[in-house]
């Protein structure tokens, strides 16, 4: 009739049969012109220097889920790939395989290192779109674009003409990060901050006249109890001290500031002091900057190397001295420290203080210091010429959007944080000073004026020059985020050239139904992207954004190959198989709740992955199970008769076990449905997980055996089975969004399949009855009573093997027939020798009870059960558990413990406490009917 499966589940042969099936027949390909209904999802551009990591696996699986359950709802759907150009870091990468030929990039020239740069893209950009191929993500990947790609290339510069046209876009002078490795500006995304430990050095800046204060030097003397007491004596001294933690830049210095409201320094404002070593005269100023409770409460103000002192400047008016190379040494400004590196010039520099007498103190003093995500070395604030975007015009129509609702948050908290960013917008700094990258089309005259244009000769023209008049294009390239920022835009197609930006594929699919990202970037790339959109084509680019959660291990740390916590998911795919890796990413992340990974740093694997492992075996052997007795009940009938023998049982021939299934597919059916459209993934996940395992698997097909085994019907068990395998059909379709490869293998196994069929475009499946509330209600008063009679084999330590008897006392005629229409069920997963039902019936002698809503269940343990020896395992057993409980009450007694653990640990520990307390009773109860 169909294949048999093989014994065991093999992730690696299905996944790669599969994925090449689905490529093969187009089943991710999308129509711009096709009548149904649109679904589309932008992908976050991974880096072309990315490696698959554990925030792609959530990232991924998430957008695959909604694509391909939209793809099963009969919608048009479309998932657009795409890689970003990374500019640092793949410039990075191919200047370190230079360095390793001996080779330098500027020996190179730009061409050529451009030419080198793309040669290195063409052999390893690739590898993340496979390793996501492995993932399952089912991306039209006839769509994918790169950032550099010409037609990107264009709409980016495009973008940078008509925002400097209409001024949005200036060059100015700004503080800005800046890469001393790479020599380039970096973006705020692309500093990482660490706490790091250094010195404050409290300096000595003299006076120019003869002015001298009166400041409290700290003395220590002896006071009468003979403990040794702090106090202080008042001094006068000629100089102001003034804390710093970067003495490199006292060449820089154009002013101290203090508070206007500080006491103690209120009547030297306007005076001037010699800055150490330097040599040069600043004036004192007021400046609310100035923190009286920080340092000395004096903070020397150096514009070119700090962005704060770079705001005080401006206020003053004050001179902005650059005393650093763009390599990070020192410059002519330094004196005889010039040319030094400028670490290895603080030191320098704070020993030469130390000899002229003009350190106060050293402190020490731990602060955060931003360093370049891809170089490693810390980052300097440097005053550079960079092309800027005024952000504020654009910002204010994106934050309308989200707060009217046009675009929806998930979760909704993240808003808050969105007004924070855009209602404290600052201007961009979009020009980095690399070869890798878009290059920015601004053209300079040789009197320096500039202009943006397309070309050489647009650029004369909107100048008024001649033809033939040199021009200078500018040598930067974008910032990376500035390509990503048009995303929406370039991947339906738009190259520059449509004023109007509406290509096919916009007419279809913008705006997008969904972005995933992490909340990480809410500024750096989802504001943007709903800024460009709007200024460019009046339109939001999306409707809703899932913020994916962090991705923690057990101790609470973000995952770090640096701590040995980040395990590379590749092997551990090989491992477990994608389905597995995908079920437990998302069974692990509630919405708005880190991710908790369970990793063996020595082995580098995740424990947890075990269960979606698991979860796909117990799937597969239900489908297993299902299709082998499927054969052994046709295996008399030829081809032609099973076809015509495929019937479904008719109601009279339903038990309450078959109305109950069909009630449990009808609410799960509809609670996942529910549970997606809300973006409760977690849910989803736990959802088909309890229905599949225990609903299906452990009660029905297990029922179904013991149907199948007490009637000699043939029609009777090819009805039954038929049925089983008709509601399983429905369970894989539901699973499939979360489980692609092994729902695709079992489905195509079911029945003989067409070419080019797939459960990626069968429906979501439909209740195929309604929900039964009463058939709900009775068939959870068996479940009850099979769950207390095996609970008291439990409790007695009763072996599978040894069946005993068991008796029902039912408190109502209803009650006893519900039973008894259930007794072989019953029967057969009790492990009852005897099944006795009976309304009131006395309890046997030599027995243990339970009693389950108004019925006694009671299991005869006499002559198999050393009462003496139970009960004394019972005692031990009962003492083990009520410690347990005073532990557990014990720590949720703890203040400290409920204030600091997360709630998720808070309400596990109570879930324990509840299952402790509970078990105890049960344990008191059946000591007591033993003696």
């Not at 409290?216 to 007491?229: A, E, I, L, S």
């Not at 955060?368 to 204010?396: H, T």
């Not at 195929?768 to 479940?783: G, H, K, S, Y």
């Not at 808070?906 to 406490?913: A, F, I, M, N, T």
Request: negative net charge; aromatic residues 10%.
């Amino acid at each position: 009739m169909t294949r048999e499966l093989p014994k065991a589940y093999s992730p690696a042969d299905t996944e790669k049969k599969w994925y090449q099936y689905w490529m093969e027949h187009n089943i991710f390909a999308a129509s711009d012109t096709s009548s149904k209904p649109a679904y589309s999802i932008l992908m976050p551009p991974p880096n072309v220097t990315g490696m698959l990591h554990f925030g792609h696996i959530l990232n991924h699986t998430i957008q695959d889920i909604y694509i391909r359950w939209n793809r099963m709802k009969g919608k048009e759907v479309c998932w657009f790939p795409g890689i970003d150009h990374a500019g640092i870091a793949t410039e990075s990468k191919v200047v370190q395989q230079l360095r390793k030929e001996g080779i330098t990039r500027q020996e190179l020239g730009r061409e050529k290192f451009v030419e080198r740069v793309w040669q290195w893209k063409e052999e390893y950009g690739g590898i993340i779109f496979e390793q996501l191929r492995a993932l399952g993500n089912s991306s039209d990947w006839s769509r994918s674009l790169f950032t550099m790609d010409a037609t990107s290339y264009r709409a980016v510069q495009e973008v940078f003409i008509r925002l400097f046209d209409e001024e949005l876009i200036y060059r100015g002078k700004r503080i800005i990060n800046w890469s001393p490795a790479a020599q380039s500006a970096l973006s705020d995304e692309e500093v990482q901050w660490r706490e790091v430990r250094e010195h404050m050095y409290v300096l000595r800046y003299m006076f120019e006249d003869d002015t001298t204060i009166e400041r409290r030097r700290p003395v220590v003397k002896q006071c009468q109890n003979g403990m040794q007491c702090e106090s202080s004596l008042p001094e006068r001294v000629r100089y102001l001290a003034v804390a710093t933690a970067r003495p490199e830049t006292l060449f820089g210095d154009v002013a101290v500031a203090v508070h206007p409201d500080d006491e103690r320094y209120k009547h030297l404002i306007g005076k001037r002091v010699r800055v150490p070593i330097a040599g040069q005269v600043v004036p004192i100023i007021a400046d609310e900057y100035a923190d009286p409770q920080f340092g000395t409460g004096c903070v020397k103000i150096t514009p070119a190397h700090d962005p704060n002192d770079f705001v005080v400047g401006e206020r003053h008016q004050l001179p902005i001295v650059n005393t650093i190379h763009p390599d990070g040494t020192l410059n002519e400004c330094a004196g005889e420290f010039q040319g030094m590196e400028r670490f290895a010039a603080r030191k320098a520099i704070v020993e030469k203080l130390k000899e002229l007498d003009l350190v106060e103190e050293i402190q020490d003093y731990t602060h955060n210091v931003g360093y370049s995500e891809r170089g490693g070395e810390p980052v300097e604030p440097y005053l550079s010429d960079q092309w800027f975007v005024r952000m504020k015009p654009l910002a204010e129509p994106a934050l309308q959007a989200v707060q009217e609702g046009r675009v929806k948050f998930y979760p909704e908290h993240w808003v808050k944080t969105y007004e924070h960013w855009m209602n404290n917008v600052k201007d961009w700094c979009i020009s980095r000073q690399l070869w890798w990258g878009i290059r920015i089309p601004a053209y300079y005259t040789e009197d320096g004026r500039v202009v943006a244009a397309r070309s050489e000769d647009e650029a004369r023209q909107k100048l008024g020059l001649d033809t033939g008049t040199p021009l200078r294009q500018d040598e930067d390239v974008f910032d990376t985020w500035f390509s990503s920022n048009i995303w929406p835009l370039t991947t339906m197609g738009w190259d520059g050239t449509d004023a109007t930006l509406n290509t096919p594929t916009m007419q279809k699919f913008f705006p997008t139904d969904l972005l995933v990202t992490g909340p990480d970037i809410i500024f750096f790339w989802v504001a943007r992207m709903i800024m460009f959109s709007l200024k460019f084509r009046k339109e939001i680019p999306f409707r809703e954004v899932y913020f994916t959660s962090i991705i923690r291990d057990g101790k609470g740390r973000k995952l770090s190959k640096s701590l040995g916590n980040s395990p590379d998911p590749l092997p551990l795919i090989a491992k477990y198989g994608a389905d597995a890796m995908r079920f437990t990413m998302i069974n692990a992340a509630p919405i708005g709740q880190d991710v908790r990974l369970q990793i063996n740093e020595k082995t580098q694997d995740i424990e947890s992955l075990e269960l979606g492992r698991n979860f796909a075996n117990k799937v597969w052997n239900a489908a297993r199970f299902l299709l082998l007795k499927r054969e052994e009940v046709y295996a008399e009938l030829d081809p032609t008769q099973r076809a015509l023998s495929v019937s479904i049982l008719q109601n009279s021939a339903r038990s309450l076990s078959d109305a109950w299934i069909l009630s449990r597919f009808a609410l799960t059916v509809r609670e996942t449905q529910q549970q997606l459209e809300q973006y409760k993934l977690h849910d989803y996940a736990r959802t088909m997980y309890h229905f599949i395992w225990s609903d299906f698997c452990d009660w029905y097909v297990e029922i179904v055996k013991i149907r199948m085994n007490a009637s000699s019907d043939k029609r009777y068990n090819q009805a039954l089975i038929n049925f089983a395998v008709s509601l399983f059909d429905g369970i894989l379709r539901l699973l499939h969004p979360i489980m692609p490869f092994l729902t695709e293998e079992i489905w195509q196994s079911l029945e003989q399949r067409q070419e080019g069929e797939s459960i990626c475009i069968a429906p979501i499946p439909e209740p195929l009855e309604p929900e039964n509330a009463t058939a709900l209600e009775r068939f959870a008063m068996v479940q009850a009573v099979i769950e207390q009679g095996r609970a008291l084999r439990g409790l007695m330590n009763i072996p599978p093997s040894e069946k005993l008897p068991l008796t029902l006392s039912c408190s109502t005629e209803e009650l006893c027939t519900l039973m008894q229409t259930q007794e072989p069920v019953i029967r057969a997963m009790t492990r009852a020798s005897e099944l006795s039902i009976a309304v009131a019936a006395l309890k046997p002698e030599g027995s243990v009870s339970a009693l389950v809503q108004g019925i006694q269940v009671f299991l005869t343990v006499k002559g198999v059960v050393d009462v003496a020896q139970e009960s004394k395992r019972l005692r031990k057993e009962l003492e083990r558990l009520e410690s347990f409980a005073q532990s557990l009450e014990a720590k949720l007694a703890n203040k400290q413990f409920i204030a600091n653990a997360p709630a998720e640990i808070v309400q596990y520990e109570r879930e324990k406490l509840v299952n402790a307390q509970d078990a105890i009773e049960k344990l008191r109860a059946n000591i007591q009917e033993l003696a």
